[in-house]
């Protein structure tokens, strides 16, 4: 049983699997076949370089949240591994981790080859075959086992395990849709927001640690720490609200307007009691002498001219209108974006295989006997933050026991 499984796949999720499948099936011969001429690209790439491994999150009904699409279904198999097991992983095969304030676990090494090199070791060690430049061609069934088509062979295996990644368009999955399998359209998700008509570009590299942000005219809401970049916004508020409105953006085109709430405080009424305690203690003060809410010096003058407040002015003659518009531009400050960038080098797909067509328990198929998925070839995605990783190790190491 098991005699002769094939990984579709060399990145998190097809490594994973392909150890997975090694360590429960030893008899078994394993092997990664991944169409490049390179294994781990986003691995390497991931965190600048360091690599998010996974989040701190250890309570499961809070994780499951992190995922706009298949956070509940993958409540049980989070249960079966989880953030917790992932860091016992790694540290077990000497790479230790560290848990930022952030939530995130990254290598103590603050290199991302330590993962590299811990998960292609497991595989030499454990004799799992890696084969690059070797992309397969077509997949068919024939009764319990599966044919893999390639350029120059065709060859058969008793299990196969998909972790091919997400495809950047809906027909690059069109050879499992002709197989049976729904496919969820794709489209991207965690990128950065474009204005290239707005003046808040040149405070590029400014961070405003807490703000809360919405895409106007929608229910999509996020809250975080917000990067001020050369191309316009970026940082987990931005990055959070392009997760979970990744469709509703895509259907806009990336063409809307984003509300940004500097303060971080969503009740209005405690914002006008703290400007109008700023205007009573301070009334002598320069309005770009005083700055709230911990907004640093050329965000707050940049804050200033969008309210129409004089840099001449002090607090005191703010006035009713200038009072007003100084909130309006605080809570609810309005940017027009126009496109998108893909944050850093790591491209995340909203889409996929739809899950009601694999058995989440197994990551097994429900319409090809003997076929198995992992990793973000599934509609399954995250917001930044390990997230992302973390379904790949859980759903590979499932898909490795080849239940």
């Not at 409105?245 to 303060?263: P, S």
């Not at 126009?338 to 694999?358: A, H, N, P």
């Amino acid at each position: 049983m098991n005699k002769n499984i094939a990984i579709i796949g060399g990145g998190a999720a097809g490594f994973f699997a392909a150890i997975s499948a090694k360590e429960h099936h030893p008899e078994a011969e394993v092997t990664i076949f991944e169409k490049s001429q390179k294994v781990l690209v986003k691995v390497k790439v991931s965190g600048g370089g360091r690599c998010n491994v996974t989040n701190g999150c250890s309570d499961i009904d809070e994780l499951i949240k992190a995922y706009p699409r298949g956070g509940k279904k993958l409540k049980w198999p989070f249960k079966t591994f989880n953030t917790t097991d992932t860091v016992k992983w790694f540290e077990d095969r000497d790479v230790p981790l560290t848990l930022q304030d952030d939530g995130c676990y990254f290598p103590v090494s603050q290199n991302s080859q330590s993962v590299i090199d811990a998960l292609t070791k497991e595989c030499r060690t454990k004799k799992i075959n890696i084969l690059t430049g070797k992309g397969v061609e077509e997949l068919i069934p024939k009764g319990d086992q599966i044919e893999l088509k390639f350029k120059d062979e065709t060859l058969v295996f008793d299990k196969v395990i998909l972790a091919s990644g997400g495809s950047p368009k809906t027909s690059g999955l069109d050879w499992l849709k002709n197989l049976g399998h729904t496919i969820e359209d794709c489209v991207p998700s965690l990128f950065t927001f474009n204005m290239p008509n707005e003046s808040v570009k040149e405070l590029m590299g400014i961070v405003k640690e807490e703000v809360i942000t919405t895409i106007q005219g929608t229910k999509l809401k996020s809250d975080g720490p917000l990067l001020i970049t050369h191309w316009g916004m970026s940082g987990p508020a931005i990055l959070k609200l392009s997760a979970f409105g990744a469709r509703i953006l895509n259907e806009k085109n990336y063409d809307f307007k984003v509300l940004v709430n500097w303060t971080n405080e969503p009740k209005i009424d405690k914002v006008v009691a703290e400007i109008e305690k700023i205007v009573r203690i301070h009334p002598n003060k320069l309005l770009p002498n005083f700055k709230p809410y911990g907004i640093k010096e050329r965000l707050w003058l940049h804050l200033l001219d969008r309210s129409g407040q004089a840099h001449t002015k002090r607090w005191e003659e703010l006035g009713k209108k200038g009072f007003n518009k100084l909130i309006e531009t605080l809570t609810n400050d309005t940017y027009e974006v126009k496109g998108k960038t893909t944050f850093k080098e790591e491209f995340v797909t909203c889409g996929g295989v739809s899950l009601d067509d694999i058995n989440m328990a197994t990551m097994a198929s429900r319409v090809i006997k003997n076929l198995y998925f992992a990793g973000e070839v599934m509609d399954v995605d995250a917001i930044t933050g390990g997230y992302n990783f973390q379904a790949a190790w859980t759903t590979g190491f499932i898909a490795g026991k080849l239940n």
